[in-house]
């Protein structure tokens, strides 16, 4: 994942970094090409942080602007959505997932980050009572 120009995420000093890879099968043979590139460098004006946010409405205590989601449900064909309710009032859907598979996670990253202020709401919705999404995101000072 590429982040915008000033966007890092930080790595501890002996911090272990695990890949999950995930195949689909194929009815002919394939060669993989993965490929994973780190670029250390010092330190950036934004740090990238994540926030796990539960079933139900949670309240952002900052600014921020997100920059990518990945909504998790336990259940395979569950439906999942995922709404910004901005203090003014707007709602933006973050993503809309109608048959969730959990086999195959996807981190949906947004075109252009999505800016929420301080006392917005992200809410996460589910035909499943067990659901959850990961936000990644940057504070803005």
Do not use: W
Not at 52 to 65: F, H, N
Not at 76 to 90: F, H, T
Not at 118 to 141: M, T
Request: proline share 9%.
């Amino acid at each position: 994942m590429a982040y915008p120009p000033g966007v890092a995420q930080r790595l501890p000093a002996g911090a272990r970094v695990v890949l999950e890879l995930h195949y689909r099968k194929s009815a002919t043979p394939q060669t993989d090409r993965s490929g994973v590139m780190f670029h250390f460098g010092a330190r950036p004006r934004h740090e990238l942080r994540h926030r796990v946010l539960p079933c139900g409405a949670s309240e952002i205590d900052r600014d921020i602007e997100a920059l990518a989601l990945t909504p998790r449900v336990p259940d395979a064909g569950a439906s999942i959505e995922v709404v910004a309710r901005r203090v003014d009032g707007s709602v933006e859907a973050l993503s809309v997932v109608p048959r969730y598979q959990p086999a195959y996670p996807i981190a949906y990253r947004f075109r252009n980050p999505v800016r929420l202020r301080h006392g917005s709401e992200v809410d996460v919705r589910s035909s499943s009572p067990d659901c959850s999404a990961e936000l990644d995101f940057v504070a803005l000072q």
